[in-house]
C-alpha cells in the first residue's frame, strides 16, 4: 500500500523573499533492452547535466537564489548517480534542493543504494527487503529518482524512491517484464521556516487501483496537516518523461485536486503543482513514436489570476476550463527559471503577478544561453 513517511529538513528558506524553481526540460534518448529502459549514452547525457549543474553552481545573475533544481524521469544515467550528489555537496549553495529521476536498474542494485544512504531511507529499505524476501525479484527493473538536499549547514541528505505506477513494458506476459513498484513516499518538512513540499515520477501522480488512489491520500495527508498544524503542502513536484503530458487522466487529476468537489481540501487548495517533462527531442520510449514530449508546466489555484498570455515560448491558461492558472511552457530543450507563487502573496490590494517567469536558457555551442541573449533562438 502507498505509504507517506515525513522526513524533516535542516533548510532555511527565506520568509521575506519567493523561491525559486528551475526546469531542466532536456530530452532522453533511450534503448530498451530486454525489460529495462536505459539512456542510449549515459556519458554523454552526464555531460549534459554537468553542464545545467556548473550553470546553477556558478549561479551568475539570480540563479544563486535557486532553491529547487528539478530534472525529468530516468534523465540520469545510474552509473552517474554518485558523481552527481559528489558535484552537489561540494559545489551547490546550501539551502538547496535537487531532484532528478535514474534510469532502470535492478532492484538487487537499487537496495544497494538504499543501503549506502541508509540513515535517510530506512522505511524505503524496511519495504524493498520485506519485497525481497517474499519472491525471485531481484533482476527486476526499478524506475527511481532521488531527492539531494544541501541542508543550511553543508550536510547533503540523499532521499531515494522507487515509481509506484506501472509502464508500458508490463503489457508483457513475462513477470520479469513488470517494473519493481514503490511503496513509500517521503514528505518533506522543512525547518525553521516551515515549507512541505514532496515529489512524485510521472503516472505515480494519477496511479489508482481497487483499494487507493495515490493523489487522494496526498490530499488527505495535506489536509491532516492544515487541520492539525495549520500548515500545508506547498509544493508538488512531478517529474516526467511522458509522450502525452496533457492526457485526460492528467487533467482530471488535476481538476479533483484543485476543485475541491467532493470535500473541503484546505491543505492543498495552495499547492504549486511543477511538472518537469523530456522535450520534444525524447527518443526511445516504447510505442512513443508519433506522440509528442514537452509542455512542462506550473499550475496553481484560479485565486491567483495569472493574465492569460500566449507566446512564443510560453502561454498561460485555465487548461480547458479548470479551476487552475497554468504557465504551460513549449516542447523544445530549454531551462525555465521562475519564482514560485506562495499563497500568503495574495494581496486583493494589487494586481501584481505571483508567478514570474525569470529566465529561458537554450543550448548553445558555448553553453547554455539566456534566449533574450541570443534573438536567433529557434
Not at 535542516?10 to 532522453?28: A, E, R, S, Y
Not at 527531442?281 to 512513443?288: F, L, N, Q, R, Y
Request: charged residues 25%; aromatic residues 12%.
Amino acid at each position: 500500500m502507498f505509504e507517506i513517511v515525513e522526513k524533516q529538513l535542516n533548510v532555511n528558506l527565506p520568509l521575506d523573499h519567493h523561491l525559486h524553481c528551475m526546469v531542466c526540460q532536456i530530452p532522453n534518448f533511450l534503448n530498451s533492452t530486454d525489460s529495462f529502459c536505459q539512456l542510449a549514452n549515459p556519458w554523454a547525457k552526464w555531460e549534459q547535466i554537468r553542464s545545467i549543474f556548473e550553470l546553477i553552481a556558478n549561479g551568475a545573475g539570480n540563479l544563486k537564489k535557486c532553491h529547487f533544481l528539478l530534472l525529468p524521469e530516468a534523465a540520469m544515467p545510474a552509473e552517474h548517480v554518485t558523481e552527481a550528489l559528489e558535484f552537489i555537496e561540494q559545489h551547490f549553495l546550501p539551502n538547496t534542493i535537487t531532484m532528478f529521476g535514474v534510469d532502470h536498474i535492478p532492484l538487487a542494485k537499487y537496495r544497494e543504494f538504499l543501503e549506502r544512504y541508509a540513515d535517510d531511507n530506512a522505511e524505503v529499505l524496511d519495504s524493498v527487503i520485506k519485497d525481497l524476501d517474499s519472491g525471485d525479484i531481484t533482476e527486476i527493473p526499478t524506475n527511481w529518482g532521488v531527492t539531494a538536499v544541501k541542508e543550511a549547514d553543508g550536510r547533503l541528505r540523499v532521499f531515494i524512491q522507487a515509481k509506484s505506477h506501472p509502464f508500458v513494458g508490463e503489457e508483457h506476459l513475462d513477470s520479469q517484464h513488470d517494473l519493481y513498484r514503490g511503496k513509500v513516499f517521503p514528505l518533506f518538512r522543512c525547518q525553521p521556516n516551515c515549507f512541505n513540499f514532496m515529489p512524485l515520477i510521472c503516472l505515480d501522480y494519477i496511479y489508482r487501483d481497487l483499494y487507493q488512489s495515490n493523489i487522494n491520500i496526498i490530499i488527505e495527508k495535506s489536509n491532516q496537516l492544515f487541520f492539525h498544524s495549520r500548515q500545508r503542502l506547498d509544493l508538488l513536484l512531478v517529474l516526467e518523461c511522458n509522450p502525452k503530458p496533457e492526457h485526460p487522466a492528467f487533467r482530471d487529476v488535476i481538476n479533483g485536486f484543485y476543485g475541491e468537489y467532493l470535500a473541503y481540501t484546505p491543505g492543498v487548495k495552495d499547492t504549486i503543482t511543477v511538472f518537469c517533462n523530456t522535450s520534444e527531442e525524447t527518443s526511445g520510449v516504447p510505442k512513443s513514436e508519433t506522440l509528442s514530449f514537452g509542455h512542462s508546466a506550473v499550475i496553481i489555484h484560479k485565486s491567483h489570476k495569472i493574465t492569460m498570455t500566449d507566446g512564443e515560448e510560453y502561454q498561460t491558461d485555465n487548461f480547458d476550463g479548470l479551476p487552475v492558472c497554468r504557465l504551460r511552457f513549449g516542447s523544445k530543450t530549454r531551462l525555465y527559471y521562475f519564482n514560485l507563487p506562495m499563497f500568503h502573496e495574495l494581496d486583493p490590494r494589487t494586481t501584481r503577478a505571483p508567478l514570474k517567469l525569470h529566465a529561458i536558457f537554450k543550448a548553445g555551442n558555448s553553453g547554455w544561453q539566456r534566449i533574450e541573449e541570443d534573438k536567433s533562438a529557434d
